[in-house]
């Protein structure tokens, strides 16, 4: 049967109910006697609390409660945190602060009153005494001795340090014709979902459960880690995320506000709500990246790469929250890039600061791999006289090595990155970008071209590599009246796994794509599942349900086999039949669902009911890439950079909804662009945060791109049986260092061979000047 | 203090705080809940309705500002069960993904396209200065209006045409 | 997020106003389009007890074009400013600052009046009407006030405002003859506002030369400034490039600028340099044309 729908470009399910303002996202649901949670928080970065008056709080008309560290240290357990690295220091997480503040945001007491408005103007009226204590937002100074200790149970700001090394890599500098270095840093951001975080949890009788809706990429993982915090069994708990608008790793997480409002919600008997603000956002959701890179890589005069050596220090903040301290390790498996770097040695250092925790933000881990193997290649290029292309090709492996074991310790499954680079070039016509670049430089003006051959790793991933295991679930039940309801384990909150799914299973029964329902993000009707994070949704989660259909699919034809009397491996399925091969005869789908339902003639060994539940364990990542060329031109005056041209070419593998990859794609390349150029979280050195509104952090606007031309080449992964490499950051972890790369090579005639990000305007100013001047 | 605002064609009266915000009388007081919160500092958008004809931030105006107007949000948009253009144009090009900016966005275009019926690239991307998205990178927002500009044309020429 | 209680009154006139804001004295704010105040209230950075709404007093909203000036009734709003056709026409540079100003929601609400009140120093306005020599036109309790643009902005937030009086209006002087100008601008990338703004207003005699060249300048120090030596050294001399940008090396005067995260005060200075010369340009190539 030919696919009808997978491959299609085809309109989301999920549009009508979200652009006619229909759907409930968390803020929207109101239950019968609702009350609101508002939070106190740190008003600075490092101090120790000598008391906390919340008289005038309690006694404001409305308020219910006010609850603060010690009540809650007492009744309710930490906050979870992934990760078994060896000298891990675990320092005590409550979700309120006990004793001690370690960042601006903090949780330090909750108010619940009958009203938001009222519940905000209580915790106004808690007064906290504090002394101050001296901050560290420098991880570098953090780790030295004499640095303020945040945690005091240990004796420095050490959180953990790790490394490992393949291949020899003294070996390989020993042989270099040269040697290049450069310490990059990957700037701390905020991943901004443009809605913010949000939590109503209420006891429902008669289970006397715990329904908890969460604005969560993780609803089963949020249920077991809040059932064991707030101990209450696990099947006593229900976490559904209902609309979800957006996450980007960001609420891929165990926040304290879910166990807060869990908490009271108990504790007074009566449904609880909050919703996060835009500044407790910034202040308190996960931060993403920041850096520091020190790297350097030996090579031949002839551009190939020899070794690498990669020192890491992670900025972490000054908790960890669910995978804060998986993240940075992630960099080091991705180092390698796109390229054959015999030997790799990785170090890393993660620091305790005074801010916020650093987690998955997009890309997670791999977009720094990305950008440090991007730059360090073109500073390679520079210093040996080659075009950035040429040294690429030169050690890109070919599609025949693949699966192709990297320095970084994983196999990438499959690729053809030539492919990808030279369509790229051709869309892109490098030629003449180049030619107009000579004429431009002619005149005086800065135009750069900037490459990135990326390689990510995504459909995370088998659960060897991962804390909380890396399979997926599915289940699908065809019903007596032939819909069919799908149920994934997954949490799709954007990426319209609701269509991608139906037309998976549409195509699979033959059967329209109407017929179809996905539902997800409800523990309670659907598998245990991981959740919707590191593009694995459809590759993971997709392949899960795709193998309960084929059970399902298997036990069809053993029914149809037995009312056409022949044998399950006669019969086939077509558009609302199962066929018997090479014959006219068939039955009609509905036919068979009846026939497994009234269970009247079973097949003999065949129980009745079309319902299967499959759990997907993938046996590897896959490694999506592609090639993303930009080209920017800069105000010779200001400094401004502007993006004027934009190629991206990515293999994702097989595509199910090529609209929705270019969605995918579109997104990411902005967000990419935008670390590159706009987005940076500052703190000053006492720990305040500098960008604490959207009025001080720049999330980009429509005006600031233009359109983009995007190309696809195909190579299917091995990894799952529909051979797709997913999609989701893709966009991100190409675009950064193309951007930067193109920058550096706009302003190379004045010798630049490196920028920190992100490239604002006065950075770019202070080279121009330099250069007029000199 | 008493207000009457008129949403979608219908009249809501309270008695509120002079500090509620309209973006909160809209979502709680009438209970419209399309209209979404995105940020305090009145740079997201995801508020946005039409008050008299006018895109405001729903979030930077207290209720009272608006007692005796006419609002338009989402809600309001789709006529007789069919989709606004823009409604259409935006499932259509595939304008939106997690769709929490979505509402906010239609509603500026529609400011848009009132004022300047056949936007260009430039003009629909400096019109939504206003709104911010973080899933879409924008581009088939862009798309979804050119779309939408042109059915709107469209249909107006086929209504001026009977 | 959710503003202070406070008590909420509407202005039906500006009498009423007037006589609202003297019984209210320093409880009460004005309250005017709401795009400065409300979102300052809502951090609450701003805590009014009382509020006075004037924004349903249509008659302040109206752009008047006379012989010699644009008169711009104080609850203009931007929106107003940027499409209307006598101030492109008149004022150009108005009205570009009024279309650089935040988004369309922002150019819908936001009034002129307010604008010039909040005195923001990365507020667009201010530059433009120091560089046309605009006058505010105020009313108090005691009558009505002309104050000339170069009196009106005194410091970061604050302006020659009596406690009790308000903007009625903007008189903007235009000149006949081949005269124009320009407002050009790097904005703030997160908010919008003005990192540096320039405005220029020139006219040519017959033979091209410049018979008045003002800059005004915003975004850059505590409160907006005129580029005076930038002007002296243009006066009565023809326009070249050359002269343009040697004028413009001290368009900064000896301001001391702003610095922040989003610009040093180096970069900001310099700014002005670039920014005033491109506004001269702009408004040069207007009034030749
Ligand atoms: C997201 C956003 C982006 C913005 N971007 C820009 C920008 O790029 N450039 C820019 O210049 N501005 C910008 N603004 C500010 C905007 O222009 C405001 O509209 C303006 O500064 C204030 O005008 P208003 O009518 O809203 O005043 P209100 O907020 O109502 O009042 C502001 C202050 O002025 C007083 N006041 C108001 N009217 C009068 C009067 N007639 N007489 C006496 N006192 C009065 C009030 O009491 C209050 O103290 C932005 C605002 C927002 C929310
Ligand atoms: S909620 Fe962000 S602008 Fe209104
Ligand atoms: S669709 Fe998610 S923010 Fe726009």
Redo the contacts between chains.
């Keep these: 049967m030919k696919p009808r729908f997978v491959g299609q470009p085809i309109k989301r399910k999920e549009d009508p109910r979200l652009v006619t303002g229909a759907s409930a996202y968390v803020d929207d649901i109101v239950l019968p006697g609702m009350l609101h949670m508002a939070v106190a928080r740190s008003i600075h970065a490092h101090a120790r609390i000598k008391s906390i008056d919340t008289s005038r709080a309690s006694k404001l008309p409305g308020v219910r409660a006010v609850v603060t560290g010690e009540e809650i240290a007492a009744n309710c357990g930490q906050l979870p945190a992934a990760g078994d690295i060896k000298n891990m220091k675990r320092p005590v997480h409550h979700p309120l602060a006990v004793g001690k503040v370690r960042f601006v945001g903090e949780p330090i007491a909750a108010v619940l009153a009958t009203d938001?408005?009222v519940a905000?103007?209580a915790a106004?009226l808690i007064q906290i005494d504090y002394e101050e204590l001296p901050a560290v937002t420098n991880p570098e100074k953090a780790v030295q001795q004499g640095s303020p200790i945040l945690h005091e149970e240990f004796s420095d700001n050490v959180a953990y340090s790790f490394g490992w090394e393949n291949g020899n890599t003294e070996d390989g500098f020993s042989k270099a014709d040269t040697v290049v270095k450069q310490r990059f840093i990957n700037q701390r951001l905020a991943p901004v979902s443009m809605e913010p975080r949000g939590v109503i949890a209420a006891i429902r009788m008669p289970e006397n459960e715990l329904v908890v809706w969460s604005s969560t990429q993780v609803p089963h993982l949020l249920k077991t880690q809040l059932g064991l915090m707030l101990g209450i069994p696990e099947n006593r708990m229900r976490v559904i995320a209902p609309e979800v608008g957006g996450g980007f790793g960001s609420k891929l997480n165990v926040y304290a506000e879910e166990a807060l409002v869990g908490y009271l919600a108990k504790k007074v008997g009566q449904p609880v709500k909050w919703i996060e603000?835009r500044?407790e956002n910034m202040a308190g959701t996960i931060h993403g990246r920041d850096q520091i890179n020190d790297v350097e890589l030996a090579l031949k005069k002839d551009g190939t790469i020899l070794a690498m050596k990669l020192k890491v220090i992670a900025d972490i903040g000054a908790y960890y929250q669910l995978l804060t301290a998986i993240i940075p390790t992630l960099t080091g498996l991705l180092a390698p890039g796109a390229y054959r770097v015999p030997a790799l040695k990785f170090d890393l250092v993660a620091a305790f600061t005074n801010k916020m925790a650093t987690d998955a933000y997009r890309g997670a881990g791999r977009p720094e791999a990305t950008y440090l193997i991007e730059r360090i290649i073109d500073i390679a290029a520079r210093k040996l006289g080659m075009d950035p292309v040429d040294i690429r090709r030169k050690n890109f492996p070919k599609p025949a090595e693949f699966p192709f074991q990297t320095s970084g310790g994983v196999f990438y499954d499959s690729a053809n990155y030539e492919k990808a680079l030279d369509r790229a070039l051709e869309v892109a016509d490098y030629k003449g970008l180049r030619k107009k670049q000579a004429e431009l430089r002619k005149q005086g003006k800065y135009m750069g071209i900037g490459f990135s051959s990326y390689v990510e790793i995504c459909a995370m991933g088998p659960s060897i590599a991962m804390a909380s295991g890396g399979w997926e679930s599915g289940t699908v039940r065809i019903e007596p009246t032939g819909t069919v309801t799908v149920s994934t384990g997954a949490s799709p909150h954007g990426q319209g796994q609701e269509t991608s799914f139906a037309q998976i299973a549409a195509d699979e029964l033959g059967i329209d794509m109407e017929n179809v329902t996905v539902l997800h993000g409800d523990t309670a009707r659907t598998p245990y599942g991981i959740g919707t994070f590191g593009s694995r949704a459809t590759a993971v989660g997709g392949t899960a349900m795709y193998l309960a259909l084929q059970d399902l699919k298997e036990k069809m034809k053993k029914f149809a086999a037995h009312m056409l009397e022949t044998t399950p491996g006669n019969i086939e399925f077509e558009v609302g039949k199962l066929v018997m091969t090479g014959t006219a005869r068939s039955v009609s789908f509905m036919d068979v669902v009846t026939s497994a339902y009234v269970a009247k003639k079973l097949p003999p060994g065949v129980e009745p009911g079309l319902e299967a539940t499959r759990f997907f364990e993938p046996s590897n990542f896959t490694f999506p890439f592609g090639t993303h060329i930009c080209v920017v031109e800069i105000d010779e005056?200001?400094g401004?950079p502007k993006v004027v041209k934009y190629v991206a070419v990515d293999d994702c593998g097989n595509v199910i909804n090529p609209l929705l990859v270019e969605g995918q794609v579109h997104g990411g390349i902005v967000q990419g662009i935008s670390q590159a150029l706009?987005e940076e979280v500052?703190y000053d050195e006492n720990g305040q945060l500098?960008?604490g509104?959207?009025?001080?952090?720049?999330?980009p606007r429509a005006h600031d791109f233009p359109m983009f031309e995007l190309e696809r080449t195909v190579t299917p992964s091995p990894v799952n049986p529909m051979g797709i490499k997913g999609a989701g950051e893709a966009g991100t972890i190409g675009s950064t260092p193309s951007v930067v790369n193109a920058v550096v090579d706009a302003l190379a005639p004045l010798g630049v061979t490196h920028i920190d990000m992100p490239l604002r305007?006065?950075k770019i100013?202070k080279i121009l000047?330099l250069g007029r001047a000199s | 203090?008493d207000v009457k605002i008129t949403i979608n064609g219908k009249l809501y009266e309270k008695d509120i705080?002079?500090?509620l915000?309209l973006t909160h009388f809209i979502r709680d007081a009438a209970g419209l809940t399309g209209t979404h919160v995105g940020c305090?500092?009145?740079?997201c958008?995801a508020c946005?309705v039409l008050a008299g004809g006018?895109?405001?931030?729903s979030?930077?105006?207290?209720a009272?500002?608006a007692n005796g107007a006419e609002i338009l949000t989402i809600e309001g948009m789709a006529r007789e069960g069919e989709m606004h253009p823009l409604q259409e144009s935006f499932w259509e090009e595939h304008g939106l993904q997690c769709g929490f900016c979505t509402p906010g966005m239609i509603m500026?275009c529609h400011?848009?396209l009132t004022r300047n019926p056949s936007p260009d690239e430039t003009q629909i991307r400096g019109?939504l200065?206003?709104?911010l998205c973080r899933c879409t990178g924008y581009q088939n927002i862009v798309k979804a209006v050119q779309s939408a500009a042109g059915k709107m044309k469209h249909r107006r020429g086929a209504a001026a045409g009977d | 997020?959710?503003?202070?209680?406070?008590?909420?009154t509407v202005a039906a006139s500006v009498a009423e106003a007037v006589a609202l804001l003297q019984k209210h004295g320093d409880r009460a704010r004005i309250?005017a389009g709401?795009?400065s105040l409300?979102?300052m209230?809502?951090?609450?950075l701003a805590m009014p007890e009382m509020?006075i709404?004037i924004?349903r007093i249509t008659e302040l909203s109206y752009i008047k074009e006379e012989s010699s000036y644009v008169q711009i009734g104080a609850l203009t709003t931007h929106?107003a400013i940027e499409s209307s056709v006598i101030v492109q026409r008149r004022c150009p540079a108005l009205s570009e600052a009024a279309g650089l100003i935040?988004?369309?929601?922002?150019r819908?609400?936001g009034t002129i009046g307010g604008s010039i009140a909040h005195a923001d120093p990365a507020a667009d306005y201010p530059a433009s009407i120091l560089a046309f020599d605009a006058v505010v036109i105020t009313i108090g309790p005691k009558g009505e006030r002309q104050i000339p643009a170069s009196q009106f902005f005194l410091d970061l937030m604050t302006t020659a405002l009596e406690p009790n009086e308000i903007v009625r209006a903007i008189n903007v002087p235009t000149r006949t003859g081949r005269s124009a100008s320009a407002y050009v601008k790097?904005a703030q990338?997160?908010?919008?506002f003005a990192i540096c703004g320039a405005s220029a207003v020139v006219e040519l005699d017959a033979s091209g030369a410049l018979a008045h060249a003002a800059i005004g300048v915003t975004g850059v120090g505590n409160r907006a400034f005129r580029a005076t030596e930038t002007e002296k050294a243009l006066h009565g001399r023809k326009p070249t490039a050359e002269l343009l940008r040697a004028a413009c090396e001290k368009a900064a005067g000896g301001v001391s600028a702003l610095d922040d995260?989003?610009?040093?005060a180096e970069?900001r200075l310099?700014?002005v340099r670039?920014f005033a010369r491109r506004a001269l340009e702009k408004a040069i190539e207007r009034a030749g044309n």
């Design positions: 938001a408005y905000r103007d106004e603000s500044r005056e200001t401004e706009y500052v500098l960008s509104t959207l009025m001080d952090y720049a999330v305007p006065e100013w000047k | 203090m705080e002079p500090r915000l305090e500092t009145s740079i958008g946005t006018l895109a405001v931030k979030c930077t105006m207290f009272v500002q500026t400011q848009l019109a200065d206003g709104n | 997020m959710i503003a202070q209680q406070f008590d909420y309250l709401g795009h409300i979102p209230m809502k951090l609450r509020l709404d924004g929106h935040g988004d369309i929601q922002v819908n609400k790097m990338k997160a908010s919008g995260i989003h610009a040093s970069y310099d700014l670039i």
